[in-house]
C-alpha cells in the first residue's frame, strides 16, 4: 500500500470511532446530531488540509495524535457511568486543536528534523 493511500485508510479509521457520537447522542434532533459529529471530526480535517497542502510529515503528526486522543475519549466516555459523560464529545475536538494536534506535529516535524541532520551528518 503506497503511502497517500495509508493516509486515508488511517483519517477513515479515526473518523468511524468518531461516529461513536451518533451512537451516544441518537435520541437527539437530527440537526444536533449532525452538527457534533461534524465537530469531532473537525479535528482530523485539520490533517487532510495539510495533507493535500503537502505538509506531509506534520499532517501524519496531527492525524495519529488527534486519532489517538479522540479513541481515548470514546472509550472513556462510552465506559463512563456518569451521566454528563457524553459532554467528553463536545470538549475533545477542543483539546485536539490546542493539545493533541500541534503536539503530534511538532513531534513529526522535529523527527524529520533529526532524521535530516542524520543523513547530512553521515554523508
Given at each position: 500500500?503506497?503511502?497517500?493511500?495509508?493516509?486515508?485508510?488511517?483519517?477513515?479509521?479515526?473518523?468511524?470511532?468518531?461516529?461513536?457520537?451518533?451512537?451516544?447522542?441518537?435520541?437527539?434532533?437530527?440537526?444536533f446530531l449532525t452538527l457534533i459529529v461534524l465537530w469531532n471530526i473537525a479535528?482530523?480535517?485539520?490533517?487532510?488540509?495539510?495533507?493535500?497542502?503537502?505538509?506531509?510529515?506534520?499532517?501524519?503528526?496531527?492525524?495519529?495524535?488527534?486519532?489517538?486522543?479522540?479513541?481515548?475519549?470514546?472509550?472513556?466516555?462510552?465506559?463512563?457511568?456518569?451521566?454528563?459523560?457524553?459532554?467528553?464529545?463536545?470538549?475533545?475536538?477542543?483539546?485536539?486543536?490546542?493539545?493533541?494536534?500541534?503536539?503530534?506535529?511538532?513531534?513529526?516535524?522535529?523527527?524529520?528534523?533529526?532524521?535530516?541532520?542524520?543523513?547530512n551528518g553521515q554523508k
Amino acid at each position: 500500500m503506497t503511502e497517500p493511500h495509508r493516509f486515508w485508510v488511517v483519517v477513515a479509521i479515526a473518523a468511524l470511532s468518531q461516529l461513536s457520537v451518533a451512537y451516544t447522542y441518537a435520541s437527539a434532533p437530527l440537526i444536533f446530531l449532525t452538527l457534533i459529529v461534524l465537530w469531532n471530526i473537525a479535528p482530523l480535517l485539520v490533517a487532510v488540509i495539510m495533507y493535500v497542502a503537502g505538509a506531509r510529515s506534520p499532517a501524519w503528526g496531527w492525524l495519529v495524535a488527534v486519532a489517538i486522543f479522540g479513541l481515548w475519549s470514546v472509550l472513556a466516555v462510552l465506559r463512563s457511568d456518569s451521566s454528563t459523560a457524553a459532554l467528553g464529545f463536545m470538549w475533545t475536538p477542543i483539546w485536539s486543536f490546542l493539545i493533541a494536534g500541534p503536539i503530534g506535529a511538532g513531534i513529526a516535524i522535529l523527527a524529520v528534523k533529526e532524521r535530516s541532520a542524520n543523513q547530512n551528518g553521515q554523508k
